[in-house]
């Protein structure tokens, strides 16, 4: 059987480019595939929102995400890449940060070369740590792989105090390293996202656009012909999400009822098919 880690790579290799949408938690994650998308990504900012009632700026432990990685992990068939943020300290923490990964069932992960604490490359006052500090991290992370499938892309947020320049020379040197992919995180122009893969020169190349966010958003299509491999989503499923759930309890506490709110919301029985009840009735029956 063919595990998550190679399937994942599989695609980097045939499809161009790989649209992947951000889970948050298992049910977006299973949504993801039931729309016919092949892998799906994990945010860590997602994460914090949706699991803790928090901002992205670091608050998290590795265990926290590790935690509901596993869970979303575990709810799809799909491959995932999961937000490592900066690997959870230096060499040593990055290389156990990718066991757990890979012990909870991901296909990949991203790690950054920003300062700890991290925060939201769509935030202003992104620091980034010296070159060769995110090298003996990223050395560790590779090396402390059990899978050689297992996808590891090296995300520099350098744009903000390097300029797209200083962000490319980062990513030539992580790819050179043996990063599977550089990631390049909060661009916030067209001329820097054209840019960026051809100072880079050869590689694979990822991108995440978020609504609101400093990334213009440009199609999929526009991004591929620009040199990105993979386009990540990172927002649009919390976001999409936290603005039904606004508007429709905005709507009851002004109705008094939920009669008229059943058009902008997806019944039971829509959300018991995602969840596949049919096939645990089934085993019921059989066991029973």
Known sequence: MTTKPAQLRSLLNVQSPLVVPFAYDAFSAKLIEAAGFPAAGISGSSVAASAF?????????????????RRIAAAVNI??????????GGPLQAAHTVRAMEDAGLAGLFMEDQEDPKRCAHLAGTTVIPTETML????????????????????????????????????????????DMAFFAGPSTVQELEQFPKLVGQGKFMVVLTEGGKTPLLTASQLADMGYKLIGYSGLAIGSAAKAVQDSLSALQEQGSNVNLADRVMPLGDRNEIL???????????TG
């Open 53 to 69: 009632g928090l901002p992205d700026v670091g608050l998290l432990s590795r265990e926290d995400v590790v935690g509901q990685a």
């Open 79 to 88: 491959p995932v890449i999961a937000d490592a943020d900066t690997g959870y």
């Open 136 to 179: 003996g991290k990223l050395k560790a992370a590779l090396g402390a792989r059990q899978d050689n499938d297992f996808v590891i892309i090296a995300r520099t947020d350098a744009v903000e105090s390097e300029g797209v320049e200083g962000a490319a020379k980062r990513a030539r040197a992580y790819l050179d390293a043996g990063a």
């Open 276 to 286: 596949g009840l049919a096939a645990w009735q089934q085993l019921e029956e059989e």
